[in-house]
């Protein structure tokens, strides 16, 4: 049995470090069937000039090449702010088992909102989906992170 463990702390961490590099602060932690981390990231768009490079597509590949494999059964995804739908995709496409994500996201997210991605007949694996982890803290960090740009 292993015994529930949030990882949400860490990926608010690695939301807080991509916003010192000036990226839009969204962290992401992979942990594997066993409940370790495998791989953590935040934000990179604009470091490596890649719309694609954002925290839950980095660390899903960071655990895909760490466990040998395009597919991660049995691993859980934990997200500060909800996946947008190339995010959703990815993790639909790699296997993920759980889903944990902060705050809702309106305006781009593809989970409870916009494309809803899970929710089509064409999305043949669905996480089981848990949100409203530490979402003041993820929505704080984006709210202070586009404050301080304007
Ligand atoms: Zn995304």
Redo the contacts with the bound molecule.
């Keep these: 049995m292993t015994r529930f463990t949030s990882h949400m702390q860490q990926a608010l961490s690695e939301a807080r470090a991509a916003a010192l590099r000036g990226e839009v602060p969204v962290g992401a932690v992979v942990t594997d069937p066993q409940g370790r981390v495998v791989a953590a990231a935040g934000n990179r768009t604009r470091e490596l000039s890649d719309p694609t490079a954002?925290a839950?597509?980095l660390a899903i590949r960071a655990a895909c090449a760490a466990a040998g494999s395009e597919r991660l059964p049995g691993h859980d995804l934990w997200v500060t702010l909800e996946?947008?739908p190339?995010?959703a995709a990815a993790i639909s496409a790699a296997r993920i088992a759980r889903l944990y994500y902060g705050a809702g996201d309106p305006r781009m997210g593809g989970v409870e909102h916009g494309a809803q991605v899970f929710s089509h007949a064409q999305c043949h694996h669905r996480p089981q989906v848990y949100n409203g982890f530490s979402a003041p803290q993820s929505q704080q960090l984006l709210r202070d992170f586009f404050a301080s740009r304007r």
Aim: glycine letters at 0%; one cysteine or more.
């Design positions: 954002h839950e597509i996946p947008c190339m995010c």
